[in-house]
């Protein structure tokens, strides 16, 4: 056991056990906003990646890792990593050296923005980066490009959720509490999260609850391994979380079931909400829902006369074309009942992305600065040109959201850049997006594999794994964590931070970019962000280590950060006071018909990740679960003459695939549901509605309307 061969452990610290030329390096995994803690075995002499360990210390996952935890080492030594560049040369990428690669980008870079003006330039990033890349991302855009057109594939998961909770209590952080307070819960809330699934690590913090006595209620139209164990299911039609959260609140109201103190100190808005919602009565609401008034009614009461409470929601929540006003009509939960500010009382959204949170905080969401500072703010705007060294005038206005940047390809951006993310997987209307990027008159795409987006670009430059770079990301709970990388570079691929600031360099703006190492850039990133909302200033490499994260805002280095926010009751408004938004129920975007008559939602599998990309690369979880399927209600199969394995065809009015059918009776018979993990012809994103929520830019993933028929062949090949 090498030098710790002599010394007694504990289960806790037997992470730390070292053996002869071996050593471990302390990360997080690469996936989910839990960012669990884990041990990375490398080879001491070649750097090889062996496997992995959980660790003990790290206290969101406390020794656990889920099945994508367990595999996801595996992508370091994966034969189908990018070791070269790539240049297409009569419609082939072939192999190429950095220096013609790079030449060719900057030649066109700027032939494109000569002709056609610094907009025509986009770029498209990604939440799976460090907090240094997402940065250094904006500020590449915005100063080394000079283009306004910059966003990230975390306005199709997070941004609903960021409005929200700007618009309710003026400050997005994914949880305004630790994840340790969900155990001291009484009641928890937990809509449009198949929690078990897709943070599967969350699942002790809820039986922690759960053995303390706490009630569980689940919002979510399939009876998912989540709701199974629910005290009570409210199993909503798709697109309805306003209506189903006005109901629970009428009740409350009509029973006083509210904290008026709390209300008249802290709150303005309740008034207009008390209004709204007494039309959604238990039976009128059960109208719009689908589920039973007597189930609304005791939801309501649960969670109305508990002492402390959480409402949690994630994607089935906040991926409707009225996304924004269901978070906020699930925070009025929170509020209305004073469930805030204190141990066991908040609320939180799960974040899908590694660094779901990091990465919409610090500029490469095309309206924000760093620091979660408005783009249209000229204090912001001339603070951030100050840390820059630039002019204000230099940094461009906002730019289009992520679909919008999409559907702009080819007319109004000519150029794009794009990084860690698969959009021809994940975006809507999958077919369109493959003909946005085919229009563009140059792609350059940074991955490590080469991926369904990638495959088109003229340029593909080979990135590292998570496991070859230092950085920090920030997890679901607002809590900012070391990451810590192997020293190698395998083949010819480079650090996606080294690529950019050599972009920078060639473009004539290398002395905006010198950075020697993800350090430098994270200490302008803490002054970037100082005073505002999203405060790292206080935050340092050092202090991560010592504190195993840090939760922000941090603004001193004296301060240890903030795990549990407003527990003064200020929110983030100039009178301090969180706002009760009232919002009428409206459905979703698209209407079943009699063409089209079932709702189709869509979601994540617990072996797999976003687009597939990296998780369908590795075996042991491609042999779990190797191909989509479509759940059907054992009633809609029986009228369709569809049996459990058949093939059947799904079509809506962008698209059709053809997917084995999974019957079963956790879903209800008006809908269907297909995981979203594949791309080509097994990509249910070829059907899914593009119509976007028009504060969040968001598009409504979670319902469409669908119609389903038996296909007389058998089989599906995995692409």
Same mark, same amino acid.
């Given at each position: 056991?090498?030098?710790?061969?002599?010394?007694?452990?504990?289960?806790?610290?037997?992470?730390?056990?070292?053996?002869?030329?071996?050593?471990?390096?302390?990360?997080?995994?690469?996936?989910?906003?839990?960012?669990? &803690?884990?041990?990375?075995?490398?080879?001491?002499?070649?750097?090889?990646?062996?496997?992995?360990?959980?660790?003990?210390?790290?206290?969101?996952?406390?020794?656990?890792?889920?099945?994508? =935890?367990?595999?996801?080492?595996?992508?370091?030594?994966?034969?189908?990593?990018?070791?070269?560049?790539?240049?297409?040369?009569?419609?082939?990428?072939?192999?190429?050296?950095?220096?013609?690669?790079?030449?060719?980008?900057?030649?066109?870079?700027?032939?494109?923005?000569?002709?056609?003006?610094?907009?025509?330039?986009?770029?498209?990033?990604?939440?799976?980066?460090?907090?240094?890349?997402?940065?250094?991302? &904006?500020?590449?855009?915005?100063?080394?490009?000079?283009?306004?057109?910059?966003?990230?594939? !975390?306005?199709?998961?997070?941004?609903?959720?960021?409005? =929200?909770?700007?618009?309710?209590?003026?400050?997005?952080?994914?949880?305004?509490?630790?994840?340790?307070?969900?155990?001291?819960?009484?009641?928890?809330?937990?809509? !449009?999260?198949?929690?078990?699934?897709?943070?599967?690590?969350?699942?002790?913090?809820?039986? &922690?609850?759960?053995?303390? =006595?706490?009630?569980?209620?689940?919002?979510?139209?399939?009876?998912?391994?989540?709701?199974?164990?629910?005290?009570?299911?409210?199993?909503?039609?798709?697109?309805?979380?306003?209506?189903?959260?006005?109901?629970?609140?009428?009740?409350?109201?009509?029973?006083?079931?509210?904290?008026?103190?709390?209300?008249?100190?802290?709150?303005?808005?309740?008034?207009?909400?008390?209004?709204?919602?007494?039309?959604?009565?238990?039976?009128?609401?059960?109208?719009?829902?689908?589920?039973?008034?007597?189930?609304?009614?005791?939801?309501?009461?649960?969670?109305?006369?508990?002492?402390?409470?959480?409402?949690?929601?994630?994607?089935?929540?906040?991926?409707?074309?009225?996304?924004?006003?269901?978070?906020?009509?699930?925070?009025?939960?929170?509020?209305?009942?004073?469930?805030?500010?204190?141990?066991?009382?908040?609320?939180?959204?799960?974040?899908?992305? =590694?660094?779901?949170?990091?990465?919409?905080?610090?500029?490469?969401?095309?309206?924000?600065?760093?620091?979660?500072?408005?783009?249209?703010?000229?204090?912001?705007?001339?603070?951030?040109?100050?840390?820059?060294?630039?002019?204000?005038?230099?940094?461009?206005?906002?730019?289009?959201?992520?679909?919008?940047?999409?559907?702009?390809?080819?007319? @109004?951006?000519?150029?794009?850049?794009?990084?860690?993310?698969?959009?021809?997987?994940?975006?809507?209307?999958?077919?369109?997006?493959?003909?946005?990027?085919?229009?563009?008159?140059?792609?350059?795409?940074?991955?490590?594999?080469?991926?369904?987006?990638?495959?088109?670009?003229?340029?593909?430059?080979?990135?590292?794994?998570?496991?070859?770079?230092?950085?920090?990301?920030?997890?679901?709970?607002?809590?900012?964590?070391?990451?810590?990388?192997?020293?190698?570079?395998?083949?010819?691929?480079?650090?996606?931070?080294?690529?950019?600031?050599?972009?920078? @360099?060639?473009?004539?703006?290398?002395?905006?970019?010198?950075?020697?190492?993800?350090?430098?850039?994270?200490?302008?990133?803490?002054?970037?962000?100082?005073?505002?909302?999203?405060?790292?200033?206080?935050?340092?490499?050092?202090?991560?280590?010592?504190?195993?994260?840090?939760?922000?805002?941090?603004?001193?280095?004296?301060?240890?950060?903030?795990?549990?926010?407003?527990?003064?009751?200020?929110?983030?408004?100039?009178? &301090?006071?969180?706002?009760?938004?009232?919002?009428?129920?409206?459905?979703?975007?698209?209407?079943?018909?009699?063409?089209?008559?079932?709702?189709?939602?869509?979601?994540?599998?617990?072996?797999?990740?976003?687009?597939?990309?990296?998780?369908?690369?590795?075996?042991?979880?491609?042999?779990?679960?190797?191909?989509?399927?479509?759940?059907?209600?054992?009633?809609?199969?029986?009228?369709?003459?569809?049996?459990?394995?058949?093939?059947?065809?799904?079509?809506?009015?962008?698209?059709?695939?053809?997917?084995?059918?999974?019957?079963?009776?956790?879903?209800?018979?008006?809908?269907?549901?297909?995981?979203?993990?594949?791309?080509?012809?097994?990509?249910?994103?070829?059907?899914?509605?593009?119509?976007?929520?028009?504060?969040?830019?968001?598009?409504?993933?979670?319902?469409?309307?669908?119609?389903?028929?038996?296909?007389?062949?058998?089989?599906?090949?995995?692409?």
């Amino acid at each position: 056991m090498g030098h710790a061969q002599n010394r007694e452990y504990s289960q806790r610290d037997f992470n730390a056990i070292q053996r002869d030329g071996e050593d471990l390096i302390s990360t997080h995994c690469c996936f989910c906003g839990m960012q669990c &803690g884990m041990n990375i075995r490398v080879k001491t002499e070649t750097k090889e990646v062996l496997g992995v360990e959980p660790r003990y210390d790290f206290p969101m996952n406390g020794g656990r890792l889920c099945p994508k =935890g367990v595999a996801a080492y595996r992508q370091a030594e994966h034969g189908e990593r990018l070791l070269y560049p790539l240049i297409r040369k009569n419609g082939e990428l072939v192999k190429s050296s950095w220096d013609e690669a790079m030449e060719l980008i900057v030649s066109k870079i700027q032939e494109i923005q000569a002709k056609h003006g610094k907009d025509a330039i986009g770029i498209y990033s990604g939440s799976s980066m460090t907090n240094e890349k997402c940065y250094l991302m &904006g500020k590449f855009a915005r100063i080394g490009l000079g283009t306004k057109n910059i966003d990230y594939n !975390g306005r199709y998961c997070m941004s609903s959720a960021s409005f =929200g909770f700007n618009q309710s209590v003026g400050i997005d952080r994914g949880s305004t509490n630790p994840w340790s307070d969900i155990k001291s819960a009484d009641v928890l809330l937990l809509a !449009g999260s198949n929690t078990a699934e897709c943070h599967p690590l969350s699942m002790p913090y809820i039986w &922690g609850a759960r053995d303390n =006595g706490a009630k569980l209620i689940v919002v979510d139209p399939r009876q998912t391994k989540t709701a199974l164990v629910a005290d009570i299911h409210l199993d909503i039609r798709p697109g309805t979380d306003v209506a189903i959260a006005n109901g629970l609140l009428h009740v409350m109201i009509e029973e006083d079931l509210v904290d008026h103190d709390f209300i008249t100190n802290h709150t303005t808005g309740y008034e207009e909400l008390k209004e709204l919602v007494k039309k959604y009565t238990p039976t009128v609401v059960a109208e719009i829902t689908g589920v039973a008034p007597e189930k609304i009614v005791s939801a309501a009461r649960i969670f109305g006369q508990a002492k402390n409470g959480m409402a949690m929601f994630a994607r089935g929540v906040e991926q409707h074309a009225t996304g924004t006003d269901a978070v906020s009509t699930y925070v009025n939960l929170c509020l209305v009942t004073g469930k805030i500010g204190r141990k066991g009382s908040g609320f939180a959204t799960f974040t899908g992305q =590694g660094n779901g949170q990091g990465g919409r905080e610090h500029g490469q969401k095309t309206d924000q600065l760093p620091g979660f500072r408005k783009i249209t703010d000229p204090k912001a705007r001339e603070y951030i040109a100050s840390v820059w060294g630039v002019d204000e005038s230099e940094i461009p206005g906002p730019g289009l959201s992520a679909f919008e940047l999409l559907q702009a390809l080819g007319t @109004e951006i000519k150029f794009l850049l794009l990084a860690c993310s698969n959009p021809v997987v994940s975006s809507p209307s999958v077919a369109d997006v493959n003909e946005y990027l085919k229009s563009l008159d140059f792609f350059v795409a940074i991955d490590m594999f080469l991926s369904e987006s990638a495959e088109l670009a003229d340029v593909v430059l080979p990135s590292t794994v998570w496991v070859e770079d230092d950085g920090t990301t920030t997890n679901v709970e607002g809590r900012v964590l070391r990451l810590k990388g192997i020293d190698r570079t395998p083949g010819e691929s480079r650090r996606d931070w080294e690529i950019i600031c050599e972009l920078a @360099e060639r473009l004539g703006k290398g002395k905006y970019f010198k950075y020697d190492k993800p350090e430098d850039i994270f200490n302008e990133l803490r002054v970037a962000s100082k005073g505002g909302i999203a405060d790292y200033y206080g935050i340092t490499y050092e202090k991560l280590d010592k504190m195993q994260g840090v939760f922000w805002p941090c603004p001193t280095e004296e301060s240890e950060g903030m795990p549990r926010l407003f527990e003064d009751f200020k929110f983030n408004f100039p009178d &301090g006071k969180a706002r009760i938004l009232a919002f009428e129920h409206k459905g979703p975007n698209e209407k079943i018909s009699a063409e089209y008559p079932i709702f189709l939602s869509t979601g994540r599998v617990v072996y797999h990740y976003l687009s597939g990309n990296q998780t369908r690369r590795i075996e042991s979880l491609l042999n779990f679960c190797p191909d989509p399927y479509i759940e059907i209600h054992p009633n809609l199969a029986k009228k369709l003459n569809i049996g459990n394995g058949e093939l059947v065809k799904v079509s809506s009015v962008r698209g059709s695939m053809e997917v084995v059918a999974k019957i079963t009776k956790i879903i209800r018979e008006d809908m269907v549901f297909v995981p979203y993990h594949w791309g080509k012809s097994l990509a249910i994103n070829h059907l899914t509605n593009p119509a976007l929520e028009p504060k969040s830019k968001i598009p409504e993933f979670k319902v469409c309307a669908v119609k389903i028929e038996k296909v007389e062949n058998v089989g599906v090949k995995h692409e």
